[in-house]
């Protein structure tokens, strides 16, 4: 595993709550999930979770199993796009556009407010981390590819030095639209 963070996603009433720890969890009520389900994600930049637009899971983590299996109105087409993914090799699934499915979940960013939609995602592996990642489109350019092909929030929060366009996962900029945090530099 690479160095980074994991921070908890605990499910909490119809929204899964993000924070930089644990917390009590309970099923959304749409879902029929079982108390205390948790979705931690792994990141290797934690500095950017301002810019959290969604959550994604690898198609074989532990709870794309309880969504299809609480067979809620999504369970059917997580279920197809799952199986979908498990015949596809790990490189192909790295290759090419990212696709997914939304999970019929949403996460709520702790760092602005947010409500933020929970996707299962092939580009998103099993074996890496935790299995679940904080979608950041501004600094991770497969997060934008995914972010742009559902039509999800890029959701810049950093004003670049220069405007070439880059994706600024590593680029010194400021903060911007962070609440409290809007004046750190980064």
Known sequence: RSEGAEIDFPVTGSQVGMS????AARPPSDANL?????IT??????????????????PEHPLVREIVAAG???????????????RRLE?????????????????TNPAN?????????????????????????AHDERDRRFAE?????IGDDRQPMTDDGRVRFDDSGVQVEAGRRSSVVG
């Open 20 to 23: 930089a720890g644990s917390g």
């Open 34 to 38: 079982q108390p205390a389900t948790v």
């Open 41 to 58: 994600v792994f990141t290797t930049r934690p500095d950017t979770i301002f810019g959290a637009t969604f959550v994604a899971l690898a």
């Open 72 to 86: 809620g109105p999504h369970a059917a087409e997580v279920r197809a796009y799952a199986e979908a993914a498990a």
């Open 91 to 107: 490189l192909e699934r790295q290759q090419g556009v990212p696709n997914g499915v939304f999970a019929g979940l949403y996460a």
């Open 113 to 137: 407010g947010e409500r933020i939609p929970v996707w299962v995602a092939d580009y998103v592996l099993a074996g890496y981390g935790t299995g679940a990642i904080m979608g950041v489109p």
């Open 149 to 153: 092909a559902y039509d999800l929030p």
